[in-house]
């Protein structure tokens, strides 16, 4: 079956330390993968987009990887602030065509301690 | 444009009601989605148009669910006899189809439904 799966559904770090969080998908050739960041009771926002044929984004303090062999993204949050700390989903579009529906992982909790 | 605006923001309903919601995305996008959600789950995709056509919906979504988006800009998401199991946040989005390809979605603030 066709899965979006989100490593743990929390992860607590320390401030200053970089949060890591993992996207694995099955049965799914998607042509690119978005992140977005959710804070309770709100829509999600747009973080970042890297397509199949990109190793690598980064944009300020997020750096996204996206490795078509392992069917994995990964999410990194540098230099972390309590102000990062918010639930982290990762979307992609299934199939082949680039145009179809935008689909969601459950999301990962990411909370940073002072 | 102050990006996708959805209503209403709460809505109570006793079992058995109908309720209707609606969303209007950012003006030029072509794209509308429709999204419920429940605690500490990611967006579970309902449906989604291109203009006013509705190119899927998804096979969890009982009959009892309906979207439209008659003129390609607004769009209404209506539940017929709801049940408990409706209550969630409803979430609408909309984004634009540019060469083939979708960009990122724009989320509304969601509607949340509580069926007593």
């Known amino acids: 079956s066709q899965k979006i799966e989100q490593n743990s559904e929390a992860l607590n770090i320390q401030e200053g330390k970089t949060a890591t969080l993992t996207c694995n998908y099955t049965n799914y050739s998607p042509a690119y993968l978005q992140w977005y960041r959710q804070d309770p009771g709100r829509g999600p926002v747009f973080l970042l987009l890297i397509r199949e044929n990109e190793k690598e984004k980064r944009k300020e303090r997020l750096k996204v990887t996206f490795d078509t062999t392992l069917k994995q993204s990964l999410f990194h949050i540098t230099a972390s602030q309590p102000a990062d700390s918010a639930t982290y989903l990762c979307?992609?579009?299934?199939?082949?065509?680039?145009?179809?529906?935008?689909?969601f992982g459950s999301g990962t909790r990411l909370s940073i301690r002072p | 444009d102050t990006g996708v605006s959805q209503d209403p923001r709460h809505k109570i309903t006793k079992r058995g009601q109908n309720v209707t919601f609606r969303c209007d995305p950012i003006s030029e996008h072509n794209r509308l989605y429709w999204y419920r959600q429940t605690l500490g789950q990611g967006p579970e995709f309902l449906t989604y148009f291109q203009n006013e056509a509705q190119l899927e919906k998804s096979r969890l979504l009982s009959d009892r669910f309906s979207a439209e988006r008659p003129k390609g800009s607004f769009s209404t998401l209506e539940i017929q006899r709801t049940e408990q199991g409706d209550s969630a946040m409803y979430l609408c989005?909309?984004?634009?189809?540019?060469?083939?390809?979708?960009?990122?979605?724009?989320f509304g603030q969601g509607t949340r439904l509580t069926v007593v």
């Open positions: 979307a992609l579009v299934p199939g082949y065509s680039s145009a179809s529906k935008i689909i």
């Open positions: 989005a909309s984004s634009l189809l540019r060469t083939n390809m979708n960009t990122e979605a724009f």
